[in-house]
């Protein structure tokens, strides 16, 4: 059976500027690979309402799986709740268990649960909450759409409070090969060797070091005795010693 | 009038997969705010010919000009220049300035111009190229489709000699000098000189030829006297036969 596949959505406009580099696509894609779910495709769209119910809609459609980032907090631009309810055509509403965490984080903390804050308890119909273990106010999932907040080090607990739950395939197995010789030297055996393979992805990734040329190789796979075999078959292509 | 809008794709299994962390969509998005362009949407994707020519198809058609990078190197799975192609209908092949620019870099580093490396010439029909300082091998621009390089400092060198021809400005010029010294030796007076000329762009390309470090440092702007005014402070606080 294949693996189930996922999608990511990032959503925020300091993302787009270029104010701020992004850090859980490439975090959420390790914890996929590990856990077993291929991630497909990431997207990036602004704080605007119409395209990210565009891209919700079209990523729950394509893929197994779907999470996004960002949006959920209590600013005016924070519309991530409205646009996941408006693209699964349901209604949104402060929701009571929602609130009460909201209730107990400020009145531990001493601020004021006003307006604004209580936007964070917006949750569309028929969403189950996830936990924010780091500053209360909750994410959610509906459908096969996981929705995150932002802030890398909750979207990171929030990954990891939802990633058990989905049903993982056979997470994929690599081994890496240096090879001492520039790309364009290899890349005709390594073509040869993936036409053989074709249950592997052979990636090869090129590099410089102290004025020499060369390239990582990367065979990946879920069958480690197959991965065996191609790493045998490209240490005896390409020798260490013969560098 | 509006600015225009702007959509990036990246292309790569090994940033999907959590092996490689993406750096050229936060690279971008600051380079398009500066020049009044408006990041409108990101999408990664893996090396997929159908998932490269949906998004590619998708993105040029919503929005005024879309970046690529990733995918136009010698190794079976770099497979960019050919989706592209079908994207737009036409056909590819080897076309001659672009294997020309090939066989002057591999003349100069002594490397053969393999069939692996011949690739990196394969270029859609009716498309521009877009140069490289850093290792030769050309990106190219189809339509609204500007198609580059993944590693870093080559997409960086490839946006720089693209961007100013969208903001619909003046045409950019640029004057190239080699100096075999490291970069970072000349780094102090490279970035005084771009201090004295901030009207122009001053960008710099390490390089290792034979076991020496040195840097293309590359001049670009909209008025070709100036140019020529840094090029000749460039020349005299490095002289050729000094190196």
Redesign the interface.
């Known amino acids: 059976m294949p693996n189930p596949t996922a999608a990511m959505l990032v959503i925020g406009d300091e993302?787009?500027?270029?104010r701020t580099?992004?850090?859980n696509?490439?975090?959420?894609?390790?914890?996929?690979?590990r856990a077993g779910v291929d991630?497909?495709?990431?997207?990036?769209?602004?704080d605007d309402t119409e395209?990210i119910v565009d891209a919700v809609n079209a990523l729950r459609t394509a893929h197994d799986v779907v999470f996004t980032s960002g949006g959920i907090g209590p600013t005016h631009d924070d519309i991530t709740a409205d646009a996941i309810a408006r693209a699964f055509g349901v209604g949104i509403g402060v929701r009571d268990d929602a609130r009460r965490i909201l209730e107990d984080r400020y009145a531990n903390t001493g601020q004021e649960l006003n307006e604004s804050r209580l936007r964070m308890a917006r949750i569309p119909e028929g969403a189950e909450l996830i936990e924010n273990p780091v500053s209360g106010a909750p994410g959610f999932s509906i459908g096969n759409v996981h929705v995150m907040a932002g802030v890398p080090v909750v979207f990171q607990a929030m990954v990891a409070s939802v990633l058990p739950k989905i049903a993982g395939g056979r997470p994929?197995l690599s081994q890496s090969y240096r090879i001492d010789r520039?790309?364009?030297?290899i890349?005709?055996p390594?073509?040869e060797l993936?036409?053989e393979f074709p249950d592997l992805?052979?990636?090869?990734?090129?590099f410089?070091h102290?004025?020499?040329l060369g390239a990582n190789v990367?065979i990946?796979g879920t069958d480690g005795a197959r991965i065996g075999a191609a790493m045998a078959r490209l240490t005896r292509l390409f020798p260490q010693d013969e560098a």
């Open positions: 993302i787009l500027s270029g580099r992004d850090s696509i490439h975090h959420l894609a390790g914890e996929l690979t991630l497909k495709e990431a997207r990036i769209v602004g395209a994929l520039p790309e364009g030297d890349a005709g390594l073509a993936a036409a992805s052979i990636g090869s990734y090129p410089q102290q004025g020499a990367v990946r």
